[in-house]
């Protein structure tokens, strides 16, 4: 428990005011935060709590911070918002994500749009009638770094979910003819809580998966496709910081 001393330490993230970078990229998964901070120029651990491993550092001279999200919308709105009340200002979600295109590899790089406001969590913040759509100079940079990095990027808008095992085969096949490129549990939420709390926010993606693929890679393909999707992502949010900071 926190006493008077700990009144500016936010409740979750255990961070104060100059702990963080304006710029701050979102992990949901701990371990990946942690390999994000490892391909930082230096890092130093600054709080860990629950699911929330925060690091701040450099990259090319560029001050950046990464916190990890956790699972799904309620703790990434959380972490999103004790970030910002701290000084954070520009956020990337790197996560990983479901493909639903059928030609779309695992392993493959996903800038998002925008997002399906499937999380429950957003409509309390703001009316489902409000579309819930990436920062359009964050979703700028990081094409423009995944260009500049020579990775092919798929882009698009996704879909966020509450329930990871919860099963809707009709509401996933009317979102995949309609355009839908990937699957996640908290692009939504972290594009809603942002526009609430007047946050520029982005996300890239590798995916991990995809049920249309015709021929499935065995669980050890699989995990190394996604890891190499990874590398892109945590190298292509690092360059679309240091785009948006004002780094040749």
């Not at 993606?205 to 892109?232: C, F, R, V, W």
Request: aromatic share 6%.
């Amino acid at each position: 428990m926190m006493n008077s001393q700990d009144a500016d330490v936010q409740k979750h993230l255990r961070c104060r005011p100059g702990d963080v970078a304006r710029s701050v990229l979102l992990p949901g998964d701990p371990a990946r935060a942690r390999r994000i901070a490892e391909a930082f120029d230096e890092a130093r651990l600054i709080a860990e709590n629950r699911e929330y491993v925060l690091f701040t550092g450099l990259t090319n001279g560029v001050a950046v911070s990464v916190c990890s999200t956790g699972i799904g919308g309620s703790s990434a709105a959380i972490a999103l918002e004790e970030l910002r009340n701290v000084g954070a200002e520009l956020f990337i979600r790197v996560g990983s994500a479901g493909g639903r295109r059928k030609d779309m590899p695992i392993g493959s790089l996903v800038v998002l749009t925008a997002a399906y406001r499937g999380d429950g969590v957003s409509d309390e913040y703001l009316p489902l009638g409000f579309p819930a759509v990436a920062d359009l100079n964050v979703s700028n940079a990081l094409i423009r770094a995944a260009k500049d990095l020579g990775y092919e990027a798929w882009t698009g808008i996704g879909t966020t979910r509450s329930a990871f095992y919860a099963r809707h085969p009709e509401l996933n096949e009317q979102l995949r003819r309609a355009g839908v490129v990937a699957a996640e549990m908290e692009a939504s939420t972290l594009f809603i809580v942002g526009a609430h709390r007047g946050a520029r926010v982005g996300c890239v993606l590798a995916t991990d998966s995809n049920i249309y693929l015709e021929k499935q890679p065995t669980p050890p393909e699989k995990e190394a496709l996604y890891m190499q999707g990874e590398h892109m992502t945590i190298q292509t949010a690092l360059r679309a910081v240091q785009l948006l900071e004002g780094t040749p």
